[in-house]
């Protein structure tokens, strides 16, 4: 199992209060698990998906990756 979690600096004004927001992705053969929201919340908002094989899933994810990396997110941890 592979794990990517990300933070953002939320906009608005909770981004003026320091919140910030977290999406975090989840690889797990071909399974790909999202979830993203508020950082001081448990409860997220949870998407998955299944891939036709690991590699898809890899790949997958790695997008995902650098689509919030581009959109400002930065890595807060990798396991």
């Keep these: 199992m592979k794990k990517v979690v990300l933070v953002s600096k939320s906009t608005g004004q909770r981004g003026q209060q320091g919140k910030k927001k977290v999406y975090e992705i989840v690889v ?11 950082a001081e919340e448990a409860l997220r908002q949870t ?17 995902k ?8 997110y930065e890595v807060a941890y990798t396991a």
């Design 47 to 63: 998407q998955k998906k299944v891939f036709a094989n690991s590699t898809l899933a890899d790949w997958f994810a790695f997008d």
């Design 28 to 38: 797990d053969g071909n399974v790909v698990i999202l979830s993203w929201g508020k």
């Design 65 to 72: 990756k650098c689509e919030k990396l581009d959109k400002g």
